[in-house]
């Protein structure tokens, strides 16, 4: 290490060594923020072996291609059901549900209208719709072909439908299908192929790319958090079967992982002797499960109850890696981990603005600046609003119960405001003395008491058998 504290002299000429190079990066680096004091053979020996060992960041799989991939699938889906499916449907709905039943509905070449006398007598001809033909009353347009009053009997573009029905009242609805439907249609789009892309490999879907990527950060942070390593999460994620099978092959895996898990979980009611007496060979290869799941139970106890949930979500999503199809696992897990802690205020926030738009438009209709007889904005209004709100609903059913910690931290914050305003104004001796006062009637409780001789005879017991 010589050659690492040694500094070279100015008169000479030689290449500087690459440890020291190294160590005096590190030393700049870390010399912006603390002072730095001389350091020891230890200290520095330690910074080179960090500084070399130090590896590229593992890069994560770019989302710009999947993504590209998804809105491909979701035009394609939209122009489907906005061409094909969405206008039978509606035609269908209307002549259901919409049609008096005292009249008679005649197929004109897409376009289903009452007829008049001369009309009767085209029905099995299946003639163009026409002024002549049809009697006004009751019309079905959902075509996408233009209408004038003079030829047909009513007037319509070709982005319009046209709706004109007793039951709806003396005037014709025009619908412009491109708003009063667009936002609905597309975020069904969008919402089914995101759904979708989870059966999909990870760089062509969406969903599979960011499951896995929510995967890998949550296995990390289970291991920051639990001391476990990743290798033995991927034990704890293994179903009933898989442990049993991985059993027969790599028992030592297996028995190692479970050793570090119940060191983990190994606190509470439980002693210092009762965790030398543990080893995992104590257990049967039947038992495994039984075993995980106890001390899976356990963290929630000793850890934390988010900890033992996470872990939870992680098995879970482990049916999806096995099952590419099984998408409500993927689904679940990537709503649970990854899309409420970081979007559940942008939905509630896109929900307020979609109810202020829907506000505005209904306003508008009240006050007949939006005709009765073009409600396609108002549509538009209203199936954005259901977007929105059925998006808060899927958010809020997938966000985590934590009232009782917001509780706590409550009660804890209602308690130091206590505490605060009565020191105000004390003498700072008389809080010394109510504060000792206080520690020695805790130690004279009986429960402490009772806790340090319970404590103490532990120890003993254990040196004695150690």
């Not at 330690?46 to 998804?70: D, G, N, T, W």
Request: aromatic share 10%; glycine share 4%; net charge neutral.
């Amino acid at each position: 290490m010589s050659s690492v504290q040694s500094t070279p002299n100015s008169s000479e000429e030689r290449t500087t060594p690459r440890f020291q190079t190294i160590d005096e990066e590190v030393f700049a680096n870390s010399s912006a923020h603390q002072t730095v004091f001389p350091p020891t053979a230890h200290d520095a020996q330690s910074r080179i072996h960090a500084a070399l060992v130090q590896q590229e960041p593992e890069k994560q799989p770019s989302l710009f291609f999947p993504f590209c991939v998804l809105l491909l699938s979701a035009s394609l889906m939209f122009t489907g059901l906005y061409k094909f499916v969405v206008p039978e449907m509606v035609e269908k709905f209307a002549r259901n549900n919409l049609k008096p039943a005292e009249l008679q509905l005649v197929n004109f070449q897409g376009v289903f209208a009452n007829p008049n006398a001369a009309g009767l007598q085209q029905i099995g001809a299946s003639p163009e719709i026409s002024r002549a033909l049809t009697s006004g009353e009751l019309i079905f347009d959902f075509t996408s072909e233009s209408r004038t009053f003079e030829k047909h009997g009513y007037t319509k573009s070709a982005q319009e439908w046209y709706i004109k029905t007793p039951t709806l009242g003396e005037e014709a609805i025009l619908l412009t299908p491109a708003i009063a439907l667009g936002l609905g249609l597309g975020a069904f789009s969008f919402a089914f192929m995101f759904l979708l892309s989870a059966v999909l490999p990870s760089n062509i879907g969406l969903l599979a790319a960011l499951a896995e990527r929510a995967i890998r950060q949550t296995r990390f942070t289970l291991a920051m958090q639990t001391g476990l390593s990743e290798e033995d999460l991927d034990v704890m994620r293994l179903s009933d079967a898989e442990l049993l099978l991985l059993a027969k092959s790599e028992s030592n895996r297996i028995e190692s992982s479970f050793e570090r898990l119940w060191n983990v979980v190994a606190g509470g009611k439980m002693s210092e002797s009762d965790v030398r007496k543990f080893h995992p060979k104590m257990l049967q290869p039947s038992s495994y499960a039984l075993f995980r799941a106890y001390c899976l139970q356990r963290m929630a106890e000793v850890l934390s109850p988010a900890i033992a949930l996470r872990m939870q979500h992680l098995r879970e999503v482990a049916a999806w890696s096995r099952q590419r199809v099984r998408l409500y696992a993927a689904w679940r897990f990537f709503m649970q981990e990854y899309f409420v802690p970081r979007f559940a205020n942008v939905v509630s926030g896109m929900a307020y603005c979609g109810a202020a738009f829907l506000i505005v438009s209904v306003g508008l209709r009240g006050l007949r600046f939006i005709p009765a007889s073009r409600p396609s904005v108002l549509l538009a209004t209203i199936s954005l609003e259901c977007a929105f709100l059925l998006l808060l609903g899927i958010t809020l059913a997938f966000q985590h119960e934590e009232t009782s910690g917001i509780e706590s931290l409550k009660r804890i914050e209602h308690g130091m405001n206590d505490v605060a305003r009565l020191v105000q104004g004390v003498n700072p001796s008389v809080i010394e003395r109510a504060f000792e006062s206080a520690a020695k009637e805790h130690a004279a409780s009986p429960e402490m008491q009772e806790r340090i001789s319970k404590n103490i005879t532990n120890r003993v017991v254990a040196a004695l058998q150690g």
